[in-house]
């Protein structure tokens, strides 16, 4: 893995052990932008605050050996990336300004893709896990990831039945305690409703009654209208005498017809003076009928504006016209329709209640059973690596419980609390000693203890993680002397069955990797290429014996260290 220009370090390689690598180095050194520059090439979130002062960006490029048929490889390559001989090439760039990208195998890819291989490729183990295992929710996850699929089965089951109650339980709540409302409504709606089909409008009915009456109400003024224009067109049968605008036309075209022969624009005007006659005629003729047809009955205009006013009174309150009447009439008819279904509602809705808190009760039985015989097994792998870790009298066990609540569901005969994730309160107890009663680990273990047993939990994980590698960041903070080794010797223990790194402070754990990295700066305050060295041999020596004592030359602290790794080879 190369780092440049993140936090302390501006350039520096680190090359991990395929089996356990401690990474040491003085406090502040930049050991901790180990676990950094994983967690980014594994698709941790960007920070701008980690790029080094002065630099543009923070790069970290990683080369992770991955067989070509295993999940993480098909994944990559659906993403578009390559293997470069049997291994897979990350690298991740943020910059100053708060920028990231990511690119997998040559391809650039959204950083999501690196977080989805992960879980995959890396485990990681921090102090930040362990106080979170402090909580009792997460113990309870802790126990249900270790489970496996004996409690993610009926968990994921649960959780839809859950999420499906709640939802029916709302709907439920609504209709129940707004009935008052909705029956209000719905009277409204049934006689708003029932006055539109009284007066039965027709769409478009308004425009054609308002036309009707306009001309019914001026039916003398357009009837002379009407007349003195045909008379002016069509003359006056009793006044012969009179010159009408067809008699006029007619002799206009007799004059030009006679020579239009002799100049074709003539001829061209005769011809539209023709057109002018048919048309006089055929309007003089309309104008006729339409005095004739014109209907002046005062009844019908009465029955016009009494048919308009109830239309009027329609749309002052529910809409601005006739169609929008028509519209609200057809959105009221079927809100009322479901409205006056609300009892049918309730009653198929109650029984869907009932249904669904009988399922989650055998659901939560289910996820208690489950989690019991789990944390049986949990406890005794947890107390089982204590034995290892120096603590071979204490005992960790879980409490798993429920809180009584009338409004509950049924479990074990008793109607209980329940959540997301079913009934159970799980705390995780530890008896540190013989004799001792269990109490809940953030109360009954000391500071060491608690990072033994954390440590204990974690690596009870690491069996059940299907991961080649894992990360621990300083883990066995607290802990010293005799337990330190054990705690080393566990570590490589585990590290024989896959890829372990250590960030660590202690010489006990240190001396049993395989491969020792140090981190360290130079004078003024970075982390170089050359700052960060595989140290063996005398180095090796000497940077063990500067973690015992503070001083490298120190005789008694170096055969102490020498002792040290010593007595991990020969374990080993």
């Known amino acids: ?30 050991k901790t932008m180990v676990v950094t520059s994983l967690g980014l090439l594994l698709g941790g979130r960007a920070d701008p605050a980690l790029v080094r002062i002065g630099a543009k960006s923070a790069v970290v490029e990683g080369r992770i050996s991955v067989s070509a048929d295993a999940p993480v490889a098909v994944r990559a390559e659906e993403a578009g990336a390559e293997l470069d001989d049997g291994a897979l090439l990350i690298s991740r760039t943020v910059s100053a300004e708060g920028r990231s990208r990511a690119h997998l195998g040559g391809r650039s890819v959204p950083v ?32 249900d990831r270790y489970a496996g699929d004996a409690v993610a089965v009926p968990l994921a089951k649960y959780a839809e039945a859950y999420r499906r109650l709640r939802a029916v339980a709302a709907e439920l709540e609504e209709l129940t305690t707004r009935a008052r409302e909705r029956a209000q409504e719905a009277d409204l709606l049934r006689f708003g409703l029932g006055e539109v089909e009284a007066v039965a409008p027709l769409p478009g009915e308004d425009v054609e009654l308002a036309a009707e009456a306009e001309r019914l109400g001026h039916a003398e003024a357009l009837a002379s209208a009407a007349a003195q224009a045909h008379a002016a067109l069509a003359g006056i049968p009793e006044d012969p005498e009179a010159v009408d605008a067809t008699t006029l036309v007619a002799g206009a075209g007799r004059a030009v017809e006679a020579v239009r022969a002799h100049d074709p624009a003539l001829a061209a005007l005769a011809e539209r003076m023709g057109e002018i006659s048919i048309l006089l005629a055929d309007v003089a003729g309309e104008l006729a009928g339409y005095a004739d047809d014109l209907d002046a009955d005062p009844l019908r205009l009465a029955a016009v504006e009494e048919r308009r006013a109830a239309l009027t009174a329609l749309t002052r ?23 006056e279904g609300d009892d049918e509602r309730i009653g198929e809705l109650a029984a869907e209640h009932d249904g669904l808190r009988a399922e989650l009760s055998g659901l939560a039985q289910a996820l208690t059973d489950a989690r019991t015989e789990a944390a049986d097994r949990f406890a005794d792998a947890v107390t089982a690596e204590l034995a290892s870790l120096a603590m071979p009298h204490a005992r960790v066990s879980f409490a798993i419980g429920q809180s009584e609540d009338p409004e ?10 329940y959540g997301p994730s079913g009934a159970d309160e799980v705390e995780l107890l530890l008896a540190p000693h013989p004799g001792a009663p269990p109490r809940p680990i953030a109360k009954g273990a000391s500071g060491g203890e608690l990072s033994r047993v954390m440590l ?15 990360l621990f960041d300083e883990v066995d903070a607290g802990v010293g002397g005799k337990a330190a080794v054990e705690i080393g010797r566990r570590l490589a223990k585990l590290a024989r069955s896959a890829q372990v790194v250590v960030v660590t402070h202690l010489p006990q754990v240190a001396a049993f990797a395989d491969r020792q990295l140090l981190v360290e700066k130079t004078n003024d305050g970075t982390v170089t290429r050359s700052g960060v060295t595989v140290l063996e041999g005398e180095d090796r020596v ?3 014996s500067r973690m ?8 008694t602290a170096r055969a102490h260290a020498e002792e040290l790794l010593a007595a991990a080879r020969s374990d080993g």
């Open 1 to 30: 893995m190369r780092i440049r220009s993140l936090g302390v370090i501006d350039d520096a390689v680190v090359e991990l052990s395929p089996g356990f690598t401690a990474v040491t180095g003085e406090t502040g050194a930049g």
């Open 112 to 143: 999501g893709v690196l977080a989805e291989l992960a879980d995959e490729l890396v485990a990681v183990h921090g102090q930040t896990d362990q106080q979170g295992l402090l909580k009792p929710a997460r113990q309870r996850g802790a126990l």
């Open 317 to 339: 309150k529910y809409g601005e016209d006739v169609a929008a009447v028509l519209a609200w009439a057809e959105e009221g008819a079927a809100r009322l329709t479901e409205l």
């Open 408 to 417: 509950g569901v049924e479990v074990g005969g008793r109607t209980v609390a």
């Open 456 to 470: 204990a939990v974690e690596v009870v994980f690491a069996g059940t993680d299907p991961v080649p590698t894992y």
């Open 542 to 544: 000497r940077e063990l």
């Open 548 to 555: 015992l004592a503070g001083q490298e030359d120190s005789e």
